[in-house]
């Protein structure tokens, strides 16, 4: 397959993502799915190329509205070969040549474009400061007052590409074996310096290639989201709850520190995930795992087992600010509710799953926002309005844990820790007073 045909395979990409009200990787998935003439090896370029465009959106449409320009797919990739591949006029329209299974001729306006774009590169003296690093503007005032004047730093890890992080499964692998098993693959991998569990690959292999997927001996999960689930100190025989389990990869790693052993309940509102969520649960050879869908956070069940649970966790729908690095399209195609709806939802997914805590037990908050008023605003509005709980440091929670960007709470941002950014917090429930022993009659 030659590089015309890797950009004209990427222009038809690029446009499905933009017409479809999807997350990137799940177009991405489907389109191979459906486009068996693109052979194995070039998958990877073809994906690689898109995200690289995703990274750049805000910039490259900078510079095309400078040049008074459509904002296109294609102009986006002309302007990118030329910015960002340091590509010259002629090399670009050698590749837009019209050859079959390649880009269409270019224009006379396209051409224009490329005299225009010579000689530049893709940052610019006069781009504003969150064009430059990527922020859209429904972020921005709140990652300005999260970061203070660590906002470039901040914001520009975010512009990396996502390591491949792996979690052993501690039912079925040991982790030191795992990390010669990939070792002996060629990967280059390496213990995570973080989670107990986790094992870091520095590149993005084939997942076919990692044969310890299909039989549940290692899973794919972020370093950070790990982190969440040693949070919540579940210990074996204990009764949890995940209460927004989502694809259930929290789940996952929790019932496993119970070493199979108490019950968990993962909860959703979205029962097919649930159902994809039992499937993974199988594979893990985890048997201590039940799937409740909820029609609401609300939901009757909440009810009718109030006060039942040593530990719930609550992942909390949120805007995801924290996985751009992962997702970068997540911060111009806002697919759910928008920050206004979700802040009233976090706070009520939050007050319902608080009533399942027994006298004793954990609420952990969790999202994976890196803005406060997601995070700590959420948990201080909660603790004010329900004074049975306290907030517990995650000193006392996870002492092995260090340099979290919050002195009580777990906080982990990519350029402090090379990690999605995640946050979480330890609540606890008051203990039942002891009763007063009945006074002895003389």
Known sequence: MSFAAILQATLDLTEEVDAVARPADAVVSDFFRTRRDIPAPQRGPISELLYILLRHHARLGWWLKRHGRPDTPRNRLLAWLVLGAGKTRDQVQA???GVKFGPALLTDQER???VKLQGARIDHPSMPEDVRYECPEWGAEGLHRRFGEDFPQEMAAMLTPAPLDLRVNPIKADRVEMLSALRALGLPA??????????????RPALNRLPMLKTGELEIQDEGSQLVAV???????????DFCAGAGG???????????????IACDVLENRLKRAAERFRRAGLHNIETRPLASETDRWVKRHKGGFDRVLVDAPCSGTGTWRRNPDARWRVLGPGLDALLPLQASILASAARLVKPGGRLVYATCSLLAEENEEQVAAF???????RMVPLSEVAPQITGSAHPDYLALTPARHDTDGFFAAVLEREAAPIPEAAPIPE
């Not at 995570?192 to 094992?199: A, V, W």
């Not at 996952?252 to 019950?263: F, R």
């Not at 603790?383 to 709980?389: I, R, Y």
């Open 95 to 97: 590749l837009f040549s």
């Open 112 to 114: 224009a474009l490329l």
């Open 190 to 203: 390496e213990l995570s310096p973080l989670s107990p569990y986790g094992i870091r690959v520095n590149e």
């Open 231 to 241: 949070v919540v100190d579940a210990k074996p025989g204990e009764r949890v709850v």
């Open 250 to 264: 929290k789940t996952l790693a929790i019932a496993a520190q119970m070493k199979n052993k108490g019950h968990v």
């Open 383 to 389: 603790l004010a309005a329900h004074p049975a709980f």
